[in-house]
């Protein structure tokens, strides 16, 4: 079992496990974190969606080696005091139903806001697309970044 | 064993009773749930009865019996509360009990918690008030005509001055129980009525949320149960040898299982691999060598039993309604029409797979589960273990959607299984892969429908429903003759005033378990009721909409139809259906010109006093089916918490597409050939259609929402499909048979 450290939510970590585990299951298992969830463990439904290095990744399938020296930032780190603009739309618009796949579909949100402040309804829904929810939340998840978008651009101007 | 047999539909039967007989003045015995937003209790809580505590803070508990899954029931009971005790929303929180005599009928489900909650919970948050007005009016020396109340204190009127609700509350625990304390009028309500959003909902975008699967234990060992693949399978042998070599491997220890006629569940034999993290868990089980015997059910396949259900629908069957003579109307009609219906297994599949947290000693069984089937679970704790119910505590967790499936409560009892084994705190997961294959899957089902047509009119209606019944499977004492009144209930309740009817039952009990399915039966038979329905007005010549009020128009009084013995009756009011749908129709467009390959189709339904009706716009172009649009209007009474109302009617449409496009769960060789998602699709957010839902006034009472948004919508889509090309789809899912974009 090798030692791995890596950057977790602004904090230095390490962690030693085999260097294959899933980060997803370094995260709820050894460290705690339980906030990303299992949904697949194969890259389909995105629940476990982290950013690694700023960028949306799939931690079921991103093995805990391919984080060592990088900066991982999971849904407990999205903000500090869950006061991000997604999670400020995601509360006014009563997004989540039974809520397993929000941290999910918030990460993956918050990348592409990263990327793309003002996004249209179209490239919301392109990149809102690869991450499931059995519940039915889309109509308001499409909403929410939209919401979150604006008030973003709001503050800026 | 001396389990009650609880099931669904008994067990709302048995709460419409309870709620009316609850009591005050018991000693709150429950301790506190596992779920995430439940506050250690104070520690000078006063009990004002078993349902309801205060602490001298003024912090309110209410003990609630039904179980949150994202339908929002937890919010419920604190506006419900809110409103009935004038207390402020955030002074209030709500636990779930561990079930037991005292808190008996723990059990969600059924589109029933809103008038459980609503019913059930008024009168006795009324007598709580009432107590807390009249020990205010001891301490003043007032009457108690003169102490009124608000946001959680009561005022007195003489000359302003107030006393907070926990200040009062160990006196008012002492008083007698008023019996006639007045209920809130409708019309001085504050918070009912009104939009709130989910009051968990900041630990759910934070991540704080915790669910089965996050709870942690100290000591806790992880496991994943390797299961026989074939229903009726058992170990002959096992090698655990390579699973040495995972890190974190600890143990492997073989698992009996039951028959699957076993009531309450079937528990598959199997190994359980234990290990000191989920991983490590997983990666032994893939590593893990048995011999299986995998006994009769190993050519248990598809084609064979789809065949059974096709002969099972061409006999004549058990008749359970019928009106004038189905056989001379056929031959005195101008058309006949027949045609055969069929739809595959489904698995609920929610985001969050089965797991338990258990341990399990001698002397006590403990668990934390997603789970809202706890008096079933308890049941079959106590024949597992021997234990008895004061031995045995459940905490109830926070549920990543369930929609039906863990109404089953087969995982928990793995697990408990398992710790009893091992001696250690365990919790076992489930992965994806097994949460699908080993799921509690809705019947699937063929059915031979008839019908006529003579002067433009509908004169025949036939239906017989060949399916596989839960009942017959695993509690056939409930039966009536050869009935099973949760297979033919759905279908029984058929609306329309067509003169010569013919509806017939034949059940078989398929070697898989199953479950309730966003209410099961009601899917199928509205499914085929209304798809059939759109063939027979087509024949007629009719408009979708005009043909079914006229079909309605009869509608002096409610029809009612009885359930078994006991059981009470569902009433049918073609009033409230016909204004449905008007509202629908008013609203949906439904004579706007169309373009070539676009589509229109409508269903609706009665599904536990709410009635529902859709119209689904899709296009079908060069084979491929897009879906545009759903609009629906909704009759489920008194509305308490609108957004909410709303959110689960979406939710419903989108589960109900999910099933009606995608949805199938296919055996060969006794397995099941579904793994994952990429074989058992879901809807995703872009091929979502706009929603729009229309809520009419209404004088009913409370009914719920949760089921009923998921069925007339798959009717509604095959309907549009043929509008837009003029093909039928009679055998689901869609993509059997057409591309999906
Ligand atoms: S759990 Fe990682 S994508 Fe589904
Ligand atoms: S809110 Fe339940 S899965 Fe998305």
């Known amino acids: 079992m090798a030692s791995y450290s890596f950057e977790l939510n602004g904090k230095p970590q390490s962690l030693d496990c085999p260097g294959e585990m899933p980060l997803l299951w370094a995260l709820r298992d050894p460290l705690g974190l339980t906030g990303s969830k299992y949904g697949c463990g194969i890259g389909i439904c995105g629940l476990c969606t982290v950013h690694l290095d700023g960028t949306a990744m799939r931690s079921c399938v991103l093995p805990v080696s391919a984080c060592a020296g990088k900066s991982v930032r999971t849904i407990e780190g999205l903000s500090a005091d869950g006061t991000h603009p997604l999670q400020q739309a995601w509360q006014a618009l009563n997004v989540p139903q039974c809520g397993y796949c929000q941290p999910g579909q918030l990460m993956h949100a918050a990348s592409l806001l990263a990327e793309n402040p003002n996004p249209s309804a179209e490239q919301i829904a392109e990149h809102m697309d690869s991450v499931l929810c059995r519940c039915g939340t889309y109509p308001r998840i499409k909403q929410a970044v939209a919401l979150a978008a604006a008030r973003m651009q709001g503050e800026r101007s | ?502 509806l017939s039952q034949a059940i078989t009990a398929l070697p898989v378990p199953q479950g309730w399915w966003r209410a099961s039966y009601p899917t199928i038979h509205h499914t085929v009721q209304e798809c059939w329905m759109d063939e027979l007005i087509h024949a007629a010549g009719g408009d979708p909409f005009e043909m079914r009020l006229d079909l309605l128009a009869d509608d002096a009084t409610p029809l009612d139809f009885a359930w078994q013995e006991g059981w009470g009756k569902d009433l049918i009011d073609r009033k409230r259906l016909s204004r449905v749908l008007r509202e629908l129709r008013g609203k949906c467009g439904w004579a706007r010109p169309k373009a070539a390959g676009e589509g229109r189709g409508l269903a609706c339904s009665i599904y536990s006093d709410t009635y529902i009706a859709q119209v689904v716009e899709l296009t079908v172009i060069d084979g491929q089916l897009q879906l545009q649009r759903v609009v629906c209007a909704v009759d489920c009474g008194q509305v308490l918490n609108p957004d909410n109302v709303l959110a689960q009617i979406e939710g419903g449409v989108i589960f109900g597409l999910s099933g009606a496009l995608y949805g199938q769960i296919s055996f060969a060789n006794g397995r099941v050939e579904q793994s994952n998602f990429n074989d058992y699709r879901l809807l995703t957010l872009k091929q979502t259609p706009s929603i729009e839902v229309h809520l009419l006034d209404s004088d009913a009472g409370v009914s719920g929402v949760g089921e009923p948004g998921a069925h007339p919508i798959m009717a509604a889509t095959c309907n549009a499909v043929f509008d837009a090309c003029g093909q039928r789809i009679r055998d689901l899912p869609i993509a059997s048979q057409l591309g999906v974009a």
């Open chain 2, 1 to 502: 064993m001396n389990a009650r047999k609880l099931d669904r539909r008994s067990f709302l039967r048995l709460t419409s009773v309870a709620g009316s007989g609850l009591m005050l003045g018991f000693a709150v015995g429950c301790e506190r749930s596992g779920g995430s937003s439940a506050a250690p209790p104070a520690p000078a809580l006063t009990s004002l009865s078993s349902f309801v505590s205060i602490d001298a803070q003024g912090r309110i508990q209410i003990i609630h019996k039904k179980t949150e899954m994202g339908q929002g029931v937890r919010t419920l009971a604190m506006l419900v509360a809110a409103e009935e005790l004038d207390a402020q929303l955030d002074q209030i929180s709500v636990i779930n009990p561990s079930p037991s005599a005292e808190y008996s009928d723990m059990q969600t489900g059924g589109s029933y918690s809103a008038r459980y909650i609503y019913n059930a919970m008024r009168p006795h948050l009324a007598a709580i008030r009432r107590m807390l007005q009249q020990a205010a009016a001891q301490r003043w020396k007032v009457p108690v005509s003169e102490c009124s109340t608000e946001l959680g204190e009561v005022v007195n009127a003489r000359d302003g001055s107030r006393v907070g609700y926990g200040e009062l509350a160990e006196a008012a625990a002492k008083l007698d129980v008023p019996q006639d304390a007045p209920l809130k009028a409708v019309a001085d309500f504050r918070v009912l009525g009104r939009s709130h959003a989910h009051q968990h909902n900041r630990e759910m975008v934070t991540g704080a949320a915790k669910y089965g699967l996050d709870q942690r234990v100290d000591g806790m060992l992880y496991a994943c149960l390797v299961r026989a693949p074939v229903v009726g399978g058992t170990v002959r042998s096992y090698d655990d040898s390579d699973c040495a070599q995972v890190p974190g491997f600890v143990r492997s220890v073989q698992i009996s299982g039951t028959g699957i006629n076993t009531f309450p569940e079937y528990i598959r034999d199997g190994v359980a691999m234990i290990a000191s993290n989920s991983w490590a868990a997983m990666q032994a089980a893939e590593r893990l060598q048995v011999d299986w015997e995998l006994g009769v059910n190993q050519q248990f396949a598809s084609s064979g039993y789809m065949d059974q259900l096709r002969a099972m629908a061409e006999g004549e069957g058990l008749v359970f309604r019928q009106e004038g003579e189905l056989q001379l109307a056929l031959e005195d009609a101008d058309q006949v029409l027949e045609a055969r219906y069929s739809g595959p297994f489904m698995a609920h599949a929610p985001m969050e797979p089965m797991n338990c947290v258990a341990v399990c000693s001698q002397s006590r069984c403990e668990v934390w589960v997603p789970c809202h089937a706890q008096n079933r679970l308890l049941d079959g704790i106590k024949q597992l273990t021997g234990l008895d119910e004061q031995a045995i505590l459940i905490h109830t967790c926070l549920i990543g959607g369930s929609f039906g499936r863990r109404l089953q409560v087969d995982y928990a009892l793995e697990a408990v299984l398992v710790a009893k084994a091992i001696g250690k705190p365990v919790q076992l997961l489930w992965s994806r892969q097994e949460d699908m294959k080993f799921g509690c899957l809705r019947s699937p089902y063929v059915q031979k429908m008839r019908g006529a047509v003579k002067d433009g009119r509908i004169t025949a209606f036939g239906q017989q429903i060949a399916c596989s019944s839960v009942w017959q499977l695993r509690e056939p004492q409930m039966l009536v003759d050869g009935l099973d009144y949760t297979v033919i209930m759905p279908a029984k309740i058929l609306p329309y005033a067509v003169q010569n009817l013919r």
